[in-house]
Structures are given as structure tokens and as C-alpha cells.
């Protein structure tokens, strides 16, 4: 029998416990990690900032266009309840589930089936909004922040 050589990303790469390499390896590790993970958040909060900015001409070119917001509702997951929201705004997919208040607040508008839900309704929580909506979705599922804004400014949405 002869023995085969370590596949990377298997249990036995990198240097044994036992050995000082190993943990220098491990701490090595870490930190590329750490960097990876830093990096990633950075690219995200300058995203968000780009989406805001966005939004925030939206809101502008809206008052002025009279585009009249309307009230927002969340939707279950399935799709088949509509829940009260006390937002007011646009929805910026013909699907309804992402939107953007009158304060230039992003939201997902989705949330699971409920009764409580149906009873009192949802306050959906603002989120960091992306330069994408829906990015790494289905084909065809989704679109720039920039060409969403638009399509409401059209009449489209």
C-alpha cells in the first residue's frame, strides 16, 4: 500500500498540533481570516453608502416629480398574506418586497406567516440597503439600486 500525499483543505494540511509550526500556521490563519472578513465589511459599508446616496437623490427627484409615495405592506414568505406596515414610501420591485421610505430608509418587506402578523401588522427593521437588490439571486431577480430608483420615477413600479 502506498501512502498518499495530504489533500489540501483535508485534515492533515498544515503542520501537526504537536509542532510550533502549527501554531504559528494556525495563528497565520487567523489572521488572513480576520483580514478577509475586515475587508469584506469595508466593501459592504462603502456599497451602503453608495446606496444611500442614491436614495437620497431619489427623494429628491420624487418631491419633485410629485411621485406620490404609498402605504408599504410586508409579505410573507409565500407570498400569500400582505401584513400592515405604519411605513409610507416605494417599492422599489414589481414584487413588492424591497422598499424605501419616505426618510430614505431601505427594507426588505418579507417576513414569515402569522397570525399576530395579521392582527397588529409588522414594523420591518431599516437595512443597510445594497448597490444590488436581490444579488445573488435567480437570473432575472436582480437589479442595480440605480435602475430600481428609476423605474419607480417612470411610473414603472
Given amino acids: ?5 495530504p489533500v489540501p483543505g483535508g485534515p492533515t494540511d498544515g503542520p501537526a498540533p504537536q509542532d510550533p509550526q502549527a501554531a504559528r500556521w494556525r495563528a497565520e ?5 480576520a483580514a478577509h472578513a475586515a475587508a469584506l465589511a469595508a466593501r459592504q459599508h462603502a456599497e451602503s453608502t453608495r446606496a444611500r446616496a442614491m436614495i437620497a ?3 429628491e427627484a420624487a418631491r ?7 402605504a408599504l405592506h410586508v409579505r410573507s414568505y409565500d407570498g400569500r ?13 414589481r414584487d413588492e418586497t424591497v422598499g424605501v421610505d419616505t426618510a ?6 418579507t417576513a414569515p406567516s402569522s397570525l399576530v ?8 427593521t431599516p437595512q443597510d440597503p445594497p448597490l444590488v437588490i436581490g444579488a445573488g439571486g435567480k437570473d432575472g431577480e436582480s437589479i442595480d ?5 428609476a423605474r419607480v420615477l417612470s411610473g414603472e413600479v
Fill in 104 to 109: 430614505g430608509e431601505f427594507y426588505v418587506l
Fill in 145 to 149: 439600486m440605480r435602475d430600481a430608483l
Fill in 64 to 70: 419633485a416629480r410629485g411621485v406620490a409615495p404609498v
Fill in 117 to 124: 402578523s395579521r392582527l397588529r401588522g409588522v414594523h420591518p
Fill in 57 to 59: 437623490e431619489f427623494l
Fill in 1 to 5: 500500500m502506498t501512502s498518499q500525499p
Fill in 81 to 93: 398574506s400582505r401584513y400592515r406596515t405604519p411605513l409610507a414610501g416605494w417599492y422599489l420591485r
Fill in 29 to 33: 490563519r487567523r489572521e488572513a481570516a
